[in-house]
């Protein structure tokens, strides 16, 4: 069971142990830069996405069992539970993964003042803050959240947990959408775009990853766009993988404890039948293993490469240790594909969407042409079912409902306990505040 009480069990042992040793100075002790991070020693444990509901192609449904329909999605799976502890020095260390973050943000700014400002940034005595790379930030998002409608004036359920990190939402009485809370990376897009140069960031008002526009005037009155920035600290090799040929059709990263096969699906298909392929892979003791299961969001978007692009390297954005298949695009380009995760972009409709991460080009159509508006490797989400289209979104974000699989195993992860999943589906999450909350 997902839940805050289960994250407060799980480091338990670890802080009684630590008072023991060090007495009443642990919080001085514990330094996010020699934490040890929960998971057998992995540099890069990936952290569980915290869904905690099933559903269908449209809405929440109660858990399915083994051979059935919608078998196998993220909420059925256990990983690696977030374990936060709260400093209370206005930071707060994750020890799953080793990061110490600034509890707070520093308001909207632009890319580059953002990455001066982490030069002379200081926080609880520590002056080695950095603007986290994409894999790092997007390992604080929460998909207990609900996607936004851009035109709604109000929200709180944001994609990260409030209970611990301060959060806005886009201010609307300035002028701003409320899905306007883009938080800045370091990670620049390596591929070209009619926006000139991107920054993946993560939106953790609508839960995505996009590429966003930096140096050039996309913001409201015609300035640079200005982002939400939120510093960290520690374990340098996060979001670096480590990856070894097994010599079988299987490829295991040692830096996640995830192994995934060197083939991906070969084909399209849509949320369900993605689902049902897992299951029949399974039951061909596929490359000699039966425990196969579709990626969780955060799981596929590890292994994005951010340095392999379309443009910059001719390839997808992944290591050339796997096979990916080629497409041809909306625009008659060579691309790759989209590739759905077992977790539903969940809103106030419902779960009619699940989210994809794209190694090719992340296509949109906008002013009468298709064009890569959010960048190789951004993470969005399709309809489970319907028809190809395209003007989803502000960027007329391409829809393609058959999108490709790519299926993972290890890492730590279990089968969740059914019965807790039916008793935590109508949990509510603890309402967003503001930063004076």
Known sequence: MKT????????????????????????????????????????????DTGQEKTYNNTSQISPPSEGQAFYGQDAQFDGNQPRYVDNGDGTVTDLVTGLMWQQGYNGKMTYSEAVAMADDFELASYADWRLPTIKELYSLIDFSGEDVSPMSNSANNPFIDT??????????????????????????????SNFGQLMFGVNFADGRIKGYPVGTTMGPGGQEKTYF??????????????????????????????????????????????LAYVQDLNEQNYLGYSDWRLPDAKELQSIVDYT??????????????????????EAGQKDWGFYWTDTTHASARGGQAAVYVAFGRGLGYMNGRFADVHGAGCQRSDPKIGEPSYGWAPQGDVSRIDNFVRVVRGGGVELADLAAISDTQSAARTPACAPSC
């Open 4 to 47: 805050m009480t289960k994250r407060l069990i799980g480091i338990a042992p670890m802080v009684a142990l630590a008072m023991l040793l060090v007495g009443c100075d642990f919080l001085g002790w514990f330094d996010a830069g020699d934490a040890i991070a929960a998971t057998n020693g992995l540099a890069y444990p990936v952290v």
């Open 308 to 329: 392999r692009s379309p443009d910059a390297t001719n390839s997808a954005a992944i290591d050339p240790v796997f096979n990916v298949t080629a497409i041809t695009n």
């Open 163 to 192: 209970a611990y990190f301060e959060f806005a939402y886009g201010d609307t009485s300035a002028g701003e959408r409320v899905i306007d809370s883009q938080w800045a990376t370091r990670t620049l897009y390596a591929g070209s």
């Open 229 to 274: 920035v939120r510093y960290v600290r520690g374990n340098p090799s996060y979001g670096e993988n480590d990856f070894f040929d097994n010599g079988d059709g299987t490829i295991s990263d040692l830096a996640t404890g995830l192994m995934w096969p060197r083939d991906d699906s070969g084909t399209g298909m849509n949320w369900e039948e993605a």
